[in-house]
């Protein structure tokens, strides 16, 4: 599993140079999207085991959480009685702090196969844009956008493009230009975009036409 949202920020987080505020309609409309993708799923937890677990993305997506966390239980006020239907991850995404709402998310995804992400992470980030929230998720990660339009759009798409596209040491580069500037590092920001257009301009790393 990849490093968590609010552990990737954690630093910032707790510093607060980093504010993650999600409003109610839209965390609503989150875990709306995040209970249609809940897809049954099978798993074999231990492999010299033949026994097969009948779990779902969501019950997967709690048990992560509470692990990578170090949680005994989510933590939610009161906590529920009813553990049916997800409940408890259900008051985290509604009323949790903002950071593991994009942990639960970001958990989610992972869980999923190529359609159904691609899928949530274009709902997702539709009800992010619609409510005014400075977020995007990008290849299964959250990253702030900037105040400029042009420059956030760029920003949203240019991820995709380079992953998409097989420029994965380019890609995993802007990424942490993303990260670094959501933190306010703009000196990390700009060495690593750096970083960024060299192995993007590295030989060998673009595919050239063919010759005629």
């Known amino acids: 599993m990849r490093i968590l949202f609010s552990q990737r920020y954690l630093r910032a987080i707790d510093s607060k140079a980093l ?21 049954p799923m099978h798993i074999q937890r231990d492999p010299y085991d033949n026994w097969i677990s009948r779990t ?3 019950e ?19 906590y529920p009685a009813d553990t049916q239907y ?9 009323g949790g702090e903002g950071p593991y709402v994009l942990d639960t998310i970001e958990i989610a995804f992972g869980y999923m196969d190529a359609a159904e992400k691609d899928a949530l992470r274009q709902k ?27 420059g956030a759009n760029l920003a949203a798409n240019a991820h995709d493009s380079l992953a998409a596209n097989q420029f994965a040491g380019a890609a995993n580069e802007y990424a942490k230009v993303r990260q670094y500037l959501g933190t306010g590092d703009v000196r990390e920001a700009i060495f690593f975009a750096g970083h960024t257009l060299t192995s993007f301009c590295r030989p060998g790393s673009v595919a ?3 010759s005629t």
């Open 19 to 39: 504010l993650v505020e999600i409003p109610e309609i839209a965390r609503r409309k989150v875990w709306a999207q995040l209970s249609a993708f809940n897809a």
């Open 86 to 94: 997800h409940e408890a991850l259900r008051l985290l995404v509604l």
């Open 124 to 150: 997702v980030n539709q009800i992010l844009e619609l409510h005014d929230c400075p977020w995007r998720m990008s290849d299964g990660e959250f990253f702030k956008l900037d105040a400029d339009f042009v």
């Open 56 to 58: 779902s993305a969501l």
């Open 60 to 78: 997967e997506t709690e048990g992560d959480l509470l692990t990578e966390h170090g949680w005994q239980r989510l933590p939610v006020t009161p």
């Open 208 to 210: 050239m036409p063919p």
